[in-house]
Nanobody, 114 residues
């Protein structure tokens, strides 16, 4: 059974930082593509960052240079380091793993106050 558990969300002032974690069980992140998505109220879910099995990363233009996705193979955990946060980064952030199908975590709320 695949399970993705996110943690690390919260309330932060604009300009601050947060680190999100996604711990996996039932799959091995290093063998698959993992990503972070977010969904703000009234908006569609959007891709924030992805990391493939080779460690190659890609980012949405809105977060490039501010967010960093990484992976700890020993812990089987994917991270999203978010810096210089803006109010428009406020959303529920979801961890995703692309295996034989997409798996999703339960989401973690990130709120950036101005």
């Amino acid at each position: 059974q695949v399970q993705l558990v996110e943690s690390g969300g919260g309330l932060v002032q604009a300009g601050g930082s947060l680190r999100l974690s996604c711990a996996a069980s039932g799959i091995t992140f290093s063998r698959n593509v993992a990503g972070w998505y977010r969904q703000a109220p009234g908006k569609q879910r959007e891709l924030v960052a992805r990391i493939n099995s080779f460690g190659d990363t890609s980012y949405a233009s809105s977060v490039k240079g501010r967010f960093t996705i990484s992976r700890d193979n020993t812990e089987n955990t994917v991270y999203l380091q978010m810096s210089r946060l803006k109010p428009e980064d406020t959303a529920v952030y979801y961890c995703n793993a692309e295996v034989e199908r997409d798996y999703w975590g339960q989401g973690t709320q990130v709120t950036v106050s101005s």
